[in-house]
T-cell receptor, first 113, second 120 residues
Framework: QKEVEQNSGPLSVPEGAIASLNCTYSDRGSQSFFWYRQYSGKSPELIMSIYSNGDKEDGRFTAQLNKASQYVSLLIRDSQPSDSATYLCAVNLFTGTASKLTFGTGTRLQVTL | EAGVTQFPSHSVIEKGQTVTLRCDPISGHDNLYWYRRVMGKEIKFLLHFVKESKQDESGMPNNRFLAERTGGTYSTLKVQPAELEDSGVYFC??????????????????FGPGTRLTVL
């Protein structure tokens, strides 16, 4: 079992629709959770972070966390063609003074006109 | 505010040669991380510095990889000698060393553009 699992996609949604991206993680000790967006050939760009159960909204993005189910999701409302990218779920495990992100393989999102 | 910068952006070397990658973190960020993505795989953690100290180097593949962060500012990652399987994109990231509840909890890491390493 992978530590962080994502459906690789592609997830295809029409412009203006809601895109729903999901992620599960295996380590219950994980403390913080992130969504990165990565355009082809570019570096990961942090778009959302969430630390406690529930929803967190920022503009068109909503992150949802359910620690009991070990599940994180990202909703993108009013999807735009510019949202077409790979979305990486990352989970942070902090041990003492050391910290590291564990990434999923990413979900490729395609927003169609 | 300048972001994380990495040099070079691309490097093509022959098997057995040495390559040194450089990362300059965001100014004031005590935490510096190296990650690697090989083709078709997820981004994987290599190591974590707090200032000049290595906190966790559990992800370093083997002793051909050496990371340094003298003075707690920029970092270098040296691969010597390079092997074919070392090809990939090497990312550097940095974050604040903030405390919440006594722990470095809010660890938002910001990534550099990466160095694409090709070993022939």
């Amino acid at each position: 079992q992978k530590e962080v699992e994502q459906n690789s996609g592609p997830l295809s949604v029409p412009e203006g629709a809601i895109a729903s991206l999901n992620c599960t993680y295996s380590d219950r000790g994980s403390q913080s959770f992130f969504w990165y967006r990565q355009y082809s050939g570019k570096s990961p760009e942090l778009i959302m972070s969430i630390y406690s159960n529930g929803d967190k909204e920022d503009g068109r993005f909503t992150a949802q966390l359910n620690k009991a189910s070990q599940y994180v999701s990202l909703l993108i409302r009013d999807s735009q063609p510019s949202d077409s990218a790979t979305y990486l779920c990352a989970v942070n495990l902090f041990t003492g003074t050391a910290s590291k992100l564990t990434f999923g393989t990413g979900t490729r999102l395609q927003v169609t006109l | 505010e300048a972001g994380v910068t990495q040099f070079p952006s691309h490097s093509v070397i022959e098997k057995g040669q040495t390559v040194t990658l450089r990362c300059d973190p965001i100014s004031g960020h005590d935490n510096l991380y190296w990650y690697r993505r090989v083709m078709g795989k997820e981004i994987k953690f290599l190591l974590h510095f707090v200032k000049e100290s290595k906190q966790d180097e559990s992800g370093m593949p083997n002793n051909r990889f050496l990371a340094e962060r003298t003075g707690g500012t920029y970092s270098t990652l040296k691969v010597q000698p390079a092997e074919l399987e070392d090809s990939g994109v090497y990312f550097c990231a940095s974050s604040h060393y903030g405390l919440a509840g006594g722990k470095n909890f809010y660890n938002e890491q910001f990534f550099g553009p990466g160095t694409r390493l090709t070993v022939l």
